[in-house]
């Protein structure tokens, strides 16, 4: 038998290393030298950390000084929420787990249909407790793709002596990213997800604010996260932020695909239902629920025929629960655990959308249908 | 020694690496086994559902596994994380706080040394503003803890000692098994921080009683931003986590794991298995070399720490009358340092120094050089004449200042 082709589409999860990245990762893991170190060894590595902060810096439209390396997104998060020191701390019910994990009494804010979070809802709650509160709120949901308006609730957070934090993780690299355009306090951003390395995030902090750090040691990133530095993982994020911006323009080319699966598939089944539709969403993501057939078979049945997707997100390993970002949007619990997220990414081509669809219609002709069927 | 490649003397060389202790070099061996895992091997370790993620989640195993034979481990109790700061920071914190918050215990003490890693101690003393009682135990003139005042320093209250393997700045190796015994006796949590130790001595968890114990990757010729958190499951030991959310690790510690640098950490652990022994004998060689060349010809030279429980690639020495900063400054072909990599901004002397009983001047009289895997006999040579060079000058220059301010 031939090798079937493989396609990666699970780039929400995580996206391969761009060859450039993986070069120069490469060359700094021969570099050697702590940053901390005040010899030749050490001032070459901090020189390599501080380009790497000017890159990162340039993606999110801040000031070098704003730049907290940290190992990721889920850390970025955590420090956010804890580090702030605002004992009110309000989340939208679609965060990421990390970001509903990390303070879990926080009270939960509430999104329309549309996935987009309630703005009367927000002022309300602000309005109800004088104390000043933490907001947190992502910029693009990493199983939907849907894209909040984080100014106006930057400004509904600030007229009330808020803070906004807001988990950039999915949008980095596929949005344009400025912080004073956002107007957020906070942001969290993950390499990994962007086309850099696994294990290295950042957490931008606006200036005038004081971090309480998670990780107490020596004083590395201003007293703001103690240890060594990842050094070649962050030589390897500042290039990818790089090429990631130089890459943005191109993201129109993944809406076209993106596009175009949606099409063929809703063709193919016309019960099946697309999440985010009718809100902005990020050019890459597909949320589709083929009604009948549970996530995990469907991501089962796709593997076998090459095709990598997932069923929601990729975390607590193997274990998969209906989406508590699906429910919040109103869907009913059959439909969120019947739902898959397809996600594109720097490498993927029309050829793959093809073998999706192939996939997931071969599927449907065996599963979805009889099912929707005997529902109907 | 022939086969050895002779060293490059010229003024723009790269300067003899002897700061082994602050960060070594990447082995070429774990590079390797890193790199496919960016590019060919990239998937998600907790996208099992599909083949690019089980692919990652199997060499994340067995790393895990390699990383776990190191210390006689069980592949399930270690917990991969950021680095050994992490670590500490996840043990110590954790465990006191899932005392205090879970099991409403009144055991709300915790002991540490004077002479542990900043991250330690800040660790410790963060804890103490969130209303633990801290005692920070003194060290003997040769670095090690005195067991009888342990004994005597940990009781019923006590949730955890902290003692590290071995010392960052003064290579001093203390007694693990011993200090396990003592807390195990009592029912008492023992961390280490074997940043260090790990790859370097032999280590046992269970034979030395350890609960929790920290290893770093770029201290052992791994990747920098990866460590483990070994974590006890007989006893079971708890811990509330510091970063919490996708609940990977057992819920231990959230987050994407970074696959490359798992697989890195692997393989450095699993080379220092196989090579420990004899690249500690060789290095001790090395070690006795350099101290001689370096003794025999500045007069009233001192050893600071123990001599005999040290660890094979440390030195900490002090120059008479010299200040540690400007030799080094002076001696631009060596890279060696004063003290741990954290501080080596601080005009402080060495806390770790202090501790031993040295006055400031002999604190700043004092720095560490650390040879390692690389290090070649040429490059001991030729580090021991540019340091006697280096010392000579500064005395030379100490002596026409003094001839100067006398002449007035």
């Known amino acids: 038998m031939a090798a079937s082709p493989l396609t990666y589409l699970d780039y929400n999860a995580t996206a391969p290393v761009r060859p450039a990245v993986a070069a120069a990762i490469a060359a700094a893991l021969t570099l050697g030298g702590n940053p901390s170190s005040v010899h030749r060894a050490g001032r070459a590595a901090r020189r390599a950390v501080e380009a790497a902060r000017d890159e990162l810096a340039a993606l999110a439209g801040v000031g070098a000084n704003e730049v907290v390396f940290v190992s990721g997104g889920s850390e970025a998060n955590h420090l956010a929420l804890r580090g702030s020191g605002r004992r009110r701390v309000l989340v939208s019910a679609i965060e990421h787990d990390s970001v509903l994990a990390a303070v879990p009494d926080a009270e939960r804010l509430p999104v329309a249909p549309s996935g987009l979070l309630d703005l009367a809802a927000l002022a309300e709650r602000l309005a109800a407790d004088d104390r000043p509160a933490l907001v947190s709120v992502m910029l693009a949901n990493n199983e939907t793709g849907i894209i909040q308006p984080i100014a106006a609730i930057a400004e509904i957070v600030h007229a009330r002596g808020g803070l906004l934090h807001c988990d950039a993780v999915q949008a980095a690299g596929k949005l344009p990213l400025a912080r004073a355009l956002l107007g957020a306090d906070l942001l969290s951003l993950s390499a990994h997800k962007l086309g850099g390395p696994q294990g290295i995030g950042a957490l931008i902090v606006a200036p005038e604010i004081a971090l309480a750090p998670l990780q107490s040691g020596g004083g590395q990133e201003r007293g703001r996260r103690a240890g060594t530095e990842n050094v070649p993982g962050i030589v390897g994020f500042g290039r990818a932020c790089v090429l990631a911006t130089e890459g943005i323009a191109t993201c129109a080319r993944l809406a076209e695909l993106r596009d175009d699966a949606e099409r063929r598939l809703l063709a193919m089944a016309p019960g099946a239902r697309i999440f985010g539709t009718d809100s902005p969403r990020l050019p890459n993501t597909l949320c589709i629920a083929m009604p009948g057939v549970p996530a995990a078979t469907q991501v089962i049945a796709l593997d076998l025929a090459g095709v990598m997707v997932s069923a929601g997100a990729a975390c607590s390993s193997g274990k998969v629960r209906p989406s508590h970002v699906l429910r919040a949007m109103g869907a009913t619990a059959e439909e969120a655990a019947s739902a898959i997220r397809i996600s594109l990414g720097w490498d993927s081509r029309a050829a793959d959308i093809d073998h999706l669809v192939e996939a997931w219609g071969a599927l449907y002709a065996r599963a979805g249908r009889p099912v929707a069927a005997s529902a109907a | ?408």
């Not at chain 2, 003064?170 to 280490?192: E, K, P």
């Open chain 2, 1 to 408: 020694m022939t086969g050895e490649p002779a060293i490059d003397r010229r003024a723009n060389a790269a300067p003899v690496y002897l700061d082994y202790q602050a960060t070594t070099p990447t082995d070429p061996r774990v590079v390797a086994a890193i790199l496919p895992y960016f590019t060919e091997k990239f998937g998600n370790p907790h996208s099992t559902g599909h083949r690019f993620g089980r692919e990652a989640a199997e060499a994340v195993e067995r790393a895990r596994g390699d990383v776990a034979a190191l210390i006689g481990a069980e592949s399930r109790e270690i917990v991969f994380t950021s680095g050994a700061t992490e670590s500490n920071n996840a043990a110590i914190k954790g465990a006191v706080r899932f005392l205090r918050d879970e099991r409403r215990s009144d055991r709300d003490r915790i002991v540490t040394v004077a002479t542990e890693h900043k991250c330690v101690l800040e660790t410790c003393r963060q804890l103490e503003r969130e209303g633990f009682s801290l005692t920070v135990m003194p060290v003997k003139s040769d670095g090690l803890l005195d067991l009888a005042a342990l004994a005597e320093a940990i009781g019923p209250r006590t949730a955890l000692v902290s003692v590290m393997a071995v010392n960052n700045e003064i290579g001093t190796i203390q007694d693990l098994a011993a200090i396990g015994a003592l807390c195990r006796a009592r029912g008492i949590l023992f961390h280490s921080d074997a940043a260090q130790a790990a790859g370097k001595v032999p280590l046992d968890v269970d034979a030395m009683g350890i609960d929790l114990l920290s290893i770093s990757g770029h201290k052992l010729y791994g990747p920098k931003g990866i460590g483990a958190l070994y974590v006890r499951r007989r006893p079971r030991v708890r811990l509330a986590p510091l970063i919490d959310g996708g609940g990977q690790e057992r819920g231990f510690r959230s987050g994407t794991l970074p696959t490359p640098l798992c697989v890195g950490l692997g393989v450095a652990c699993a080379i220092a298995r196989d090579e420990m022994a004899a690249e500690a004998a060789r290095l001790v060689e090395l070690r006795r070399r350099f101290f001689a060349a370096l003794h025999r010809r500045i007069p009233g030279m001192r050893l600071n720490g123990s001599g005999e429980q040290r660890v094979a690639g440390n030195l900490n020495i002090g120059f008479p009358g010299i200040d540690a900063e400007e030799l080094l400054e002076a001696c631009a072909t060596v890279a060696a340092s004063t003290g741990s990599a954290c501080s080596s901004a601080s005009i402080e002397p060495s806390y770790v120094l202090r501790a031993l009983g040295l006055d400031a001047a002999a604190a700043r009289a004092s720095f560490r050089l650390c040879v390692g895997r690389f290090t070649t006999v040429p490059e001991i040579d030729f580090a021991a004449d540019a340091l006697v060079a280096a010392f000579e000058r500064l005395r030379a220059m100490e002596g026409m200042k003094k001839a100067a301010s006398g002449a007035t």
